[in-house]
């Protein structure tokens, strides 16, 4: 069985400062893995994938998330964090020899920008 | 293309009574999903439908829910005799066949918010 743990429930950080937002998984099968985004009273927005190839991926909005196979983390960080990225932020994992996107997300990480 | 919609947004429902929520996929995806999102949690999958078949319901729960996705129109989600247990958002996802471009990715509804009272 597959599993996401998101290791912070809540990250406060200042404007413009950097952020990691940290995941790890646990799957005996290839993977691919995801970070949506949900703000307040919305849905879910893909930020980024892994689908394969090169480890690190860039998404929208600045963030980027590196894969980590040795450790099966994929953690998501952005450089210089702004007011409007305040939002819910879910990772997830699928198997990716799987006939079908069942994910499997993680609890979730409150990212809290303060100016 | 007007993405994943659902509706309604939100529904109130008395104790005992039925939900429907319905769920209409991107145009050109055949493929459906249903999550529930309980207060200050993840979202916990329900079932996985293509259009006329149930493929995975492993995540709903055995007493007084459903759902269906039929030749023509929505996918619906229904859950009989509500309790306030049931209150959460459900969501909705899609996703094209596979081989398609973006067949890994699902696609998110904005969800539809039931509050049992």
């Known amino acids: 069985a597959q599993s996401v743990t998101q290791l912070d429930s809540q990250v406060p950080v200042f404007e413009e400062a950097p952020v990691e937002l940290r995941c790890n998984y646990s799957?005996?099968?290839?993977?691919?893995l995801f970070w949506y985004v949900q703000y307040p009273n919305q849905g879910l927005q893909l930020l980024l994938k892994?689908?394969?190839?090169?480890?690190l991926v860039k998404g929208i909005n600045g963030f980027e998330a590196e894969f980590n196979k040795s450790q099966t983390s994929f953690h998501l960080r952005k450089p210089s964090v702004h007011i409007s990225d305040t939002a819910e932020y879910f990772c997830a994992v699928s198997n990716s020899s799987g006939g079908y996107n069942k994910l499997i997300f993680g609890a979730g990480t409150r990212l809290a920008v303060h100016p | 293309n007007a993405g994943v919609m659902q509706n309604p947004r939100h529904l109130v429902r008395r104790r005992g009574q039925e939900a429907r929520l319905r769920c209409s996929p991107m145009?050109?995806?055949?493929?459906v999903y249903w999550y529930r999102q309980l207060p200050e949690e993840g979202l916990k999958f329900m079932v996985y439908?293509?259009?006329?078949?149930?493929?995975?319901e492993s995540g709903m729960p055995k007493e007084r829910f459903s759902a269906e996705f039929p030749k023509e129109g929505p996918s619906i989600l229904r859950i009989q005799q509500v309790v306030r247990g049931d209150s959460a958002a459900y969501f909705c996802?899609?996703?094209?066949?596979?081989?398609?471009?973006?067949?890994?990715?699902?696609?998110f509804g904005a969800g539809s918010r039931l509050t049992v009272l």
């Open positions: 439908l293509q259009k006329e078949n149930i493929i995975d």
């Open positions: 892994y689908l394969s190839g090169s480890t």
């Open positions: 145009k050109g995806h055949s493929h």
């Open positions: 996802a899609s996703s094209p066949n596979r081989g398609s471009s973006g067949a890994n990715v699902l696609t």
């Open positions: 799957s005996s099968v290839s993977v691919y």
